[in-house]
């Protein structure tokens, strides 16, 4: 292996000793196929040059880490779709609100570089698929220069604010989310120069929010949104879902239920607002319902967060749907800390002490 250079395994052995200090672990810019792990931007743009130079393309798949399927799955169609895969793999600070998760969001290094690691050899044996070259997992004093991130709402910093799209839904319950979320990206963006990124549509919204951000801000890059992956009950996917344990996950797949129901509605020609989201509101009231019935021992409450159906470009709630555009169901939940965890129960990390918050949608087609 060349000076300078190590593949994911010896450098997850050399991070773990290191702590992860911000080291920019590649010095060279030549184009070997394993892939790298980068800690600081210079010696990441030096390497993208040199992919440009040679023609190739790059793909860019922002993610938080803890990786699952869902982000496995836009790895792959950007290996489908470029020479080289991104992926960055960053906990960013500004999308997260002072009371929120931001401790305690998992973080499970090693495993996702194993995750990686894996995907890019199942990419080697797909002729012209691309392959995970990079890795860039930088540090918070290389993604916020010049100040300490700030998560308050008037807090101080460059941001990037899209309104009043990112005030709307998740907007609305998380005030800081979108602006965290458009300000990171483009950093990335600046940084890696994608020729495309991948953006799953579990996170709906902010495919909306990224879009704007790439046509208002001029960003030369193509946005691709990948589809949601699902556990076998219908759950999406999420790097929160280990904190739900199985009385929590068994309930949580009430949020997809409710929405293939509106959905169902959709389809079936409905185009009124109360027409289309009465049987999902009524579905979620039943189970909660349910299972507030039940003795704290048994039972996963959770609250209602919103149920929406919006216009796919504004993410403003419509009264009916125009089967011209479409548009967007999308809901959100919170499932309570389990009140009496049982004995031996399996309450998922934290003991199902830690509420979780879900996420999910589906897109209504228009209709030609
Ligand atoms: P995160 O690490 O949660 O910030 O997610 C990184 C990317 O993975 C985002 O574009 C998400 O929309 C996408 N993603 C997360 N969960 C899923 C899923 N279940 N299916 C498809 N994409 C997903």
């Known amino acids: 292996m060349a000076r300078g250079l190590q593949t994911i395994r010896s450098l997850s052995v ?43 393309t790059v793909g860019l798949v922002p993610t938080m880490g803890a990786l699952h399927a869902g982000h496995l799955s836009l790895a792959r169609l950007a290996a489908l779709e470029n020479t080289d895969v991104f992926v960055s793999i960053y906990i960013n600070p500004t ?51 010049t100040l300490p991130p700030d998560s308050a709402v008037d807090g101080k910093g460059s941001f990037v604010t899209i309104t009043p799209l990112a ?27 994608p020729e495309r990124v991948y ?17 208002d801000f001029h960003v030369d890059t193509d946005v691709r949104v990948g589809p949601t992956q699902r556990e076998e009950s219908g759950l999406a996917m999420s790097s929160r879902n280990v904190y739900l344990g199985a009385r929590r996950r068994a309930v949580a797949v009430v949020l997809s239920q409710a929405l293939r ?39 996963a409450c959770f609250d209602v967060d919103y149920i929406a159906l919006s216009d796919p470009e504004t993410m403003e709630e419509v009264q009916e749907v125009d089967p011209e555009r479409g548009a967007i169901l999308s809901g959100a939940i919170k499932m309570k800390e389990l009140e009496e965890p049982g004995e031996g129960e399996e309450c998922g990390v934290g003991g199902g002490r830690i509420a979780v918050r879900l996420i999910d949608n589906i897109i209504l087609q228009p209709v030609v």
Request: some cysteine; hydrophobic content about 40%.
């Open 14 to 56: 050399l991070i773990t000793r290191r702590s992860l200090s911000t080291t920019a672990f590649r010095t060279s810019p030549s184009i070997l196929p394993q892939t790298q792990i980068f800690r600081s931007d210079p010696p990441l743009r030096a390497y993208r040059r040199s992919l440009l130079l040679s023609n190739r």
């Open 95 to 145: 999308q997260f609100g002072l009371h929120e998760d931001l401790s305690s969001y998992p973080k499970t290094w090693d495993a996702d570089l194993a995750a990686l690691d894996a995907l890019d050899k199942e990419l080697a044996t797909i002729p012209g698929a691309g392959r995970i070259s990079a890795i860039f997992a930088p540090t918070t004093d290389i993604m916020y220069p």
């Open 167 to 193: 005030t709307l839904l998740e907007g609305a319950s998380r005030p800081v989310f979108f602006r965290g979320v458009a300000t990171v990206c483009m950093k990335l963006f600046n940084i890696c120069t």
């Open 199 to 215: 953006f799953g549509q579990k996170d709906v919204q902010q495919t909306v929010v990224i879009r704007r951000l790439v046509k």
């Open 261 to 299: 129901r509106a959905e169902e509605q959709y389809v079936a020609g409905k185009r009124k607002r109360g027409d289309i989201l009465a049987p999902a509101t009524w579905h979620l009231g039943r189970v909660a319902a349910e299972q507030e019935g039940l003795a704290k021992a048994r039972r």
